[in-house]
């Protein structure tokens, strides 16, 4: 793969793994400038950086095989701090990407469509009966009632594109401290609550919750968090099942104990 980048930007470049998951990323240098290359990008990437969401998209190559090269701007700044997710610029910034019509009208053309919570949650009971984890665990028993309790709060709500992954890692603060939001692998469409519920329950103290979800343009009440709740619970229990079908049972271990902590704040808040 460095070969083909090499043909695309000349052999003055000099180019490194950028590391990550996906082994996909590269860093080029030459004098004092730096791009970052990305193989196969999704063409949202180009709405993203229009948006000012991520890094300016500098061009896009086509190459002989069919694969796709993006090559962004290299930002000088640093991923955000745990306790620094708390801050107001973050909650602006999912509001803009939660509201942004542009950026759900090209995840749509690109084929993107919504799944509903009554079809995840049918799928996930079929998934706990094969794998038998309610019978085997009652934190999942627990988790379950919770979500066909809460499963009416989950329908006819506005949806809009999510980050879907929104984690402190994800988010650059660059030198004039402007944020952004990167690694849109798992972009959907969907209840925008799944990307700041996330942000609430684990990262932002519960007694800030309201100024908080105030900072980003809501007032909670008791159908937000059974909302919240309700994604959190299945997406933990979607993430074991995951584990699970790979054999990863330390894993399977740890979401445990995080799905147990999501019903007993639902058992002490909520019910």
């Not at 009966?129 to 379950?144: D, G, P, W, Y």
């Not at 309790?149 to 929104?166: Q, Y």
Request: with cysteine; proline share 3%; hydrophobic share 40%.
């Amino acid at each position: 793969m460095v070969e083909w980048f090499q043909k695309i930007l000349s052999e003055e470049w000099n180019i490194l793994p950028a590391g990550g998951l996906t082994g996909d990323a590269y860093i080029a240098e030459k004098d004092d400038k730096r791009l970052f290359l990305k193989r196969n990008s999704s063409p949202f990437l180009a709405v993203l950086s229009a948006e000012g969401i991520v890094p300016k998209l500098i061009w896009t190559r086509r190459m002989e095989n069919g694969d796709v090269i993006t090559a962004q701007e290299w930002l000088d700044g640093r991923t955000l701090e745990r306790d620094e997710m708390k801050h107001e610029r973050v909650a602006e910034l999912l509001y803009k990407i939660h509201h942004s019509s542009e950026l759900l009208h090209m995840l749509m053309r690109l084929g993107k469509r919504p799944k509903t919570s009554d079809q995840r949650l049918k799928q996930l009971r079929e998934y706990s009966v094969v794998h038998s984890l309610s019978e085997q665990h009652k934190e999942v028993r627990q988790a379950i009632h919770i979500l066909t309790e809460f499963l009416p709060m989950t329908r006819n709500t506005k949806l809009s594109v999510c980050h879907g992954d929104i984690d402190h890692h994800n988010l650059i603060l660059d030198q004039s401290k402007r944020i952004y939001l990167v690694d849109w692998e798992n972009a959907k469409i969907a209840d925008p609550i799944i990307d700041y519920g996330h942000v609430l329950k684990w990262y932002i103290p519960k007694t800030d919750w309201d100024d908080w979800l105030n900072l980003y343009g809501i007032e909670a009440n008791a159908n937000t968090l059974k909302r919240m709740y309700w994604y959190l619970i299945i997406n933990c229990l979607e993430y074991i099942i995951w584990h699970l079908l790979r054999h990863e049972h330390h894993k399977v271990a740890k979401r445990l104990n995080k799905l147990k902590e999501l019903t007993d704040d639902v058992m002490t808040m909520l019910i």
